[in-house]
């Protein structure tokens, strides 16, 4: 009777061997084979290996848990190498809707200093206290599909005919922004028309605390039009037809003028990108060459609506600037011509500055020395007339370890108007970021 029991031992272990040899060839179906992938997230699958005879050996059975983590890491490891394609820059982007990003910004400029006019009335000679408080306004908002916005817009104050200091808001930016590519992008709203390249240096990216006076001669006043970019490596173009709203043209009292304004810019910059940014710091040396002009052709009208006279404004620049380390310099020559069909008698004007500042580390703050000039020569044809501005100063970045925010701007003047004869200056402006 035991042999019996021994021998049914036997035949029961080889039953349960040859059972265990049949489950390892039976593949269990898991829910990865379920996942729905899109083929670009698919990667071709390698040659299957030549089969091998398998040994038999004791079944391993997964528990649900540990199926269920295989899956996750499974969708994780295709939604990698889903994003790891980089895109292709040169596919229009599919316009979408969703939730738009937003990033604002701005700056406080509170602003002192005093003035002193040798050849004004005695009333006049001498003026000082707060020159001027501003708030810059801005923001970027990006919508998808390559559809942007921009606003910016300056909050300050000014002193009018009377003297008296006023409140002022300008509206400085509004855009709408479509980039069917990266190096594409059309414009349409309210920006600075850029003829000179203080004109197109925003205001939050400037070292010097204002523009050079010789350039309100020449610079035209934010327009509303279309504007197209192209922008690459080394080089950048930009074409705009504006409305024209205002021009340095004289008309009779009561009259008004019409006529479109065209711009155009080029900007060359053969060893690398060198944006309209006095703060630029590239550790290798950046160069930027432009060329730019303006030309309008308008109707003066009378108040019957009856045309008065046709006049032409045509202007142009060219300029040149270098960035190296904490190095930056900027020259550029200015030209204004303004003609019309009833004087015969050109109004020209011609300008050239030239400006340098150096930024350097002493101690826990940034230092930049500044220096500029430049001379101007007004009525050339008519009633020649020349002026001249100097000023030397400095820029000190108290949080320069952490941001660039705090600016403390100093600069001494020296300016010589054409009209009002020669002015000394001491101006003082701290410039809070956020």
């Given at each position: 009777?035991?042999?019996?029991g021994?021998?049914?031992?036997?035949?029961?272990?080889?039953?349960?061997?040859?059972?265990?040899?049949?489950?390892?060839?039976?593949?269990?179906?898991?829910?990865?084979?379920?996942?729905?992938?899109?083929?670009?997230?698919?990667?071709?699958?390698?040659?299957a290996?030549a089969?091998?005879?398998?040994?038999?050996?004791?079944?391993?059975v997964?528990?649900?848990?540990?199926?269920?983590?295989?899956?996750?890491?499974?969708?994780?490891?295709?939604?990698?190498?889903?994003?790891?394609?980089?895109?292709?820059?040169?596919?229009?982007?599919?316009?979408?809707?969703?939730?738009?990003?937003?990033?604002?910004?701005?700056?406080?400029?509170?602003?002192?200093?005093?003035?002193?006019?040798?050849?004004?009335?005695?009333?006049?000679?001498?003026?000082?206290?707060?020159?001027?408080?501003?708030?810059?306004?801005?923001?970027?908002?990006?919508?998808?599909?390559?559809?942007?916005?921009?606003?910016?817009?300056?909050?300050?104050?000014?002193?009018?005919?009377?003297?008296?200091?006023?409140?002022?808001?300008?509206?400085e930016?509004?855009?709408?922004?479509?980039?069917?590519?990266?190096?594409?992008?059309?414009?349409?709203?309210?920006?600075?028309?850029?003829?000179?390249?203080?004109?197109?240096?925003?205001?939050?990216?400037?070292?010097?605390?204002?523009?050079?006076?010789l350039?309100?001669?020449?610079?035209?006043?934010?327009?509303?039009?279309?504007?197209?970019?192209?922008?690459?490596?080394?080089?950048?173009?930009?074409?705009?037809?504006?409305?024209?709203?205002?021009?340095?043209?004289?008309?009779?009292?009561?009259?008004?003028?019409?006529g479109?304004?065209?711009?155009?810019?080029?900007?060359?910059?053969?060893l690398?990108?060198?944006?309209?940014?006095?703060?630029?710091?590239?550790?290798?040396?950046?160069?930027?060459?432009?060329?730019?002009?303006?030309?309008r052709?308008?109707?003066?009208?009378?108040?019957?609506?009856?045309?008065s006279?046709?006049?032409?404004?045509?202007?142009?620049?060219?300029?040149?600037?270098?960035?190296?380390?904490?190095?930056f310099?900027?020259?550029?020559?200015?030209?204004?011509?303004?003609?019309?069909?009833?004087?015969?008698?050109?109004?020209?004007?011609?300008?050239?500055?030239?400006?340098?500042?150096?930024?350097?580390?002493?101690?826990?703050?940034?230092?930049?020395?500044?220096?500029?000039?430049?001379?101007?020569?007004?009525?050339?044809?008519?009633?020649?007339?020349?002026?001249?501005?100097?000023?030397?100063?400095?820029?000190?970045?108290?949080?320069?370890?952490?941001?660039?925010?705090?600016?403390?701007?100093t600069?001494?003047?020296?300016?010589?108007?054409?009209?009002l004869g020669?002015?000394?200056?001491?101006?003082?402006?701290?410039?809070?970021?956020?």
């Open positions: 009777m035991n042999k019996l021994t021998i049914v031992a036997i035949v029961c272990a080889l039953a349960s061997v040859a059972e265990a040899g049949k489950k390892k060839h039976h593949k269990v179906p898991a829910k990865d084979d379920a996942l729905i992938v899109s083929p670009s997230q698919v990667e071709e699958p390698a040659p290996p089969p091998v005879e398998p040994t038999p050996a004791p079944v391993v997964a528990t649900a848990e540990e199926i269920s983590a295989t899956d996750a890491a499974a969708a994780t490891k295709v939604e990698a190498t889903a994003a790891a394609k980089p895109a292709d820059e040169n596919v229009i982007p599919e316009l979408k809707a969703g939730p738009a990003s937003v990033k604002l910004f701005g700056s406080l400029r509170p602003s002192v200093g005093a003035a002193y006019r040798s050849e004004a009335v005695e009333r006049d000679r001498l003026a000082y206290g707060v020159s001027g408080s501003r708030i810059d306004l801005g923001g970027d908002i990006t919508v998808g599909g390559g559809v942007s916005a921009t606003l910016y817009t300056i909050i300050g104050t000014e002193t009018n005919s009377e003297g008296s200091t006023v409140g002022k808001i300008s509206l930016r509004a855009l709408v922004n479509y980039s069917p590519i990266k190096q594409l992008r059309f414009s349409i709203g309210r920006d600075a028309v850029p003829l000179s390249a203080q004109s197109a240096t925003p205001t939050v990216a400037r070292v010097f605390p204002y523009r050079i006076g350039d309100t001669t020449f610079v035209l006043p934010a327009d509303v039009g279309l504007q197209a970019a192209v922008s690459t490596k080394y080089v950048t173009a930009l074409a705009g037809v504006w409305n024209g709203i205002a021009s340095d043209v004289k008309l009779s009292p009561g009259n008004t003028e019409r479109l304004l065209y711009s155009g810019r080029v900007e060359l910059t053969p690398g990108p060198l944006g309209f940014d006095e703060r630029a710091r590239p550790t290798d040396l950046r160069i930027g060459i432009g060329a730019a002009t303006t030309y052709a308008a109707q003066d009208f009378t108040l019957t609506g009856e045309t006279m046709r006049t032409r404004d045509l202007r142009a620049s060219l300029s040149a600037r270098a960035a190296w380390q904490g190095l310099v900027q020259a550029e020559l200015l030209r204004r011509q303004i003609t019309d069909d009833l004087t015969m008698r050109p109004d020209v004007a011609t300008a050239g500055y030239v400006q340098a500042s150096w930024r350097f580390r002493a101690g826990s703050v940034d230092i930049a020395p500044l220096g500029r000039v430049g001379i101007e020569h007004q009525r050339q044809l008519s009633a020649p007339a020349d002026g001249s501005s100097a000023e030397i100063g400095a820029a000190i970045f108290p949080l320069a370890r952490g941001t660039d925010r705090l600016q403390i701007s600069l001494v003047a020296r300016y010589v108007d054409p009209i020669s002015t000394m200056q001491v101006f003082a402006q701290a410039r809070l970021g956020f």
